[in-house]
């Protein structure tokens, strides 16, 4: 039978911790997600490892066996790892994703990858208004997550989504004019968004503007404005609005990873492949994905 190193350490974190919030803190992860990884050994190994009550977590006379083989197996890990673990991966990684991309994933991602490559120094912009692209032909960044509507052939698609008229739930139009919240110009929604609106004979006026995404935020969610985002980054007390006011269809784009000059370093390649495996893919697109980056950043 093989266990899943990753659920060791959930189980060995969780007993440490004294919980799965504590633990989940400490791996850097959703406490869900830790439940999750509780449930799939315990399935595994076909009986109860841990004893919850309302008040503490206990293990069970067989959670205390398997701890002491997991504590040992992660152990001898650890001892396999610095003996043949090849020289550590050094240097810095430049990196630009949208400040809707991967939300409350990314401090996770971050995270997960320094502690991995200690060595590595992360230079991460997080941005809503920079043209991330033109960065990367700058050479000022090394990776960087774009949104487009057109996939290009060097561009690795991380995930694809329609964007959505949204305002908040209680959302009324004042008057005749539609109030809309944007980011600068250079943001994409704006730009599809205006572009969509310059085609019908609906009035509209931006009565809110944001360099980031709070801002927006709290202008939708206050009823003064609606905007444009996916579906994905509607958030509860949001709904979609275009059949409600007769808005025009919006397209769908994508979000792709995109490497620069200095993509192709062992650090920024190991980045990427992080990246492209948080991402919402299928499992099974993640391989191609890779391959693709790769193949990119060769160039």
């Given at each position: 039978m093989h266990f899943d190193p990753v659920l060791l350490r959930a189980f060995v974190a969780v007993k440490e911790a004294g919980g799965f919030t504590r633990a989940a803190?400490?791996?850097?992860?959703?406490?869900?997600?830790?439940?999750?990884?509780?449930?799939?050994?315990?399935?595994?190994?076909?009986?109860?490892?841990?004893?919850?009550?309302?008040?503490?977590?206990?293990?069970?006379?067989?959670?205390?066996?398997?701890?002491?083989?997991?504590?040992?197996?992660?152990?001898?890990?650890?001892?396999?790892?610095?003996?043949?673990?090849?020289?550590?991966?050094?240097?810095?990684?430049?990196?630009?994703?949208?400040?809707?991309?991967?939300?409350?994933?990314?401090?996770?991602?971050?995270?997960?990858?320094?502690?991995?490559?200690?060595?590595?120094?992360?230079?991460?912009?997080?941005?809503?208004?920079?043209?991330?692209?033109?960065?990367?032909?700058?050479?000022?960044?090394?990776?960087a997550v774009v949104i487009c509507e057109q996939k290009n052939d060097d561009e690795a698609l991380l995930r694809r989504t329609r964007l959505v008229w949204a305002a908040a739930d209680t959302f009324r139009t004042p008057g005749t004019s539609l109030p809309l919240a944007f980011m600068p110009p250079t943001c994409i929604y704006r730009d599809v968004a205006v572009r969509a609106l310059s085609d019908t004979a609906i009035d509209w006026h931006i009565i809110f503007s944001s360099p980031g995404w709070?801002?927006?935020?709290?202008?939708?969610?206050?009823?003064?404005?609606?905007?444009?985002?996916?579906?994905?980054?509607?958030?509860?007390?949001?709904?979609?609005?275009?059949?409600?006011?007769s808005l025009p269809s919006l397209p769908a784009v994508g979000f792709s990873?995109?490497?620069?000059?200095?993509?192709?370093?062992?650090?920024?390649?190991?980045?990427?492949?992080?990246?492209?495996?948080?991402?919402?893919l299928p499992p099974h697109n993640c391989a191609k994905k890779v391959v693709a980056v790769r193949r990119a950043s060769s160039r």
């Open positions: 803190e400490r791996l850097h992860l959703t406490q869900s997600a830790v439940s999750h990884q509780i449930r799939r050994l315990e399935e595994q190994v076909g009986r109860p490892l841990l004893h919850r009550t309302t008040r503490r977590l206990t293990l069970t006379e067989d959670g205390e066996d398997f701890m002491r083989y997991a504590q040992q197996i992660l152990q001898g890990f650890e001892a396999l790892s610095r003996r043949f673990l090849p020289a550590p991966v050094s240097g810095v990684v430049r990196f630009g994703v949208p400040e809707t991309f991967m939300g409350e994933r990314l401090p996770s991602l971050l995270c997960q990858f320094a502690r991995s490559y200690p060595a590595v120094r992360l230079d991460v912009s997080v941005t809503s208004i920079l043209d991330l692209r033109a960065m990367i032909d700058a050479d000022e960044l090394d990776l709070l801002g927006i935020r709290a202008a939708v969610l206050a009823g003064l404005a609606a905007t444009v985002l996916t579906r994905d980054e509607l958030e509860p007390g949001m709904k979609v609005i275009d059949d409600e006011y990873l995109l490497c620069g000059a200095g993509g192709n370093t062992p650090a920024a390649r190991e980045f990427g492949r992080l990246v492209l495996d948080m991402a919402e």
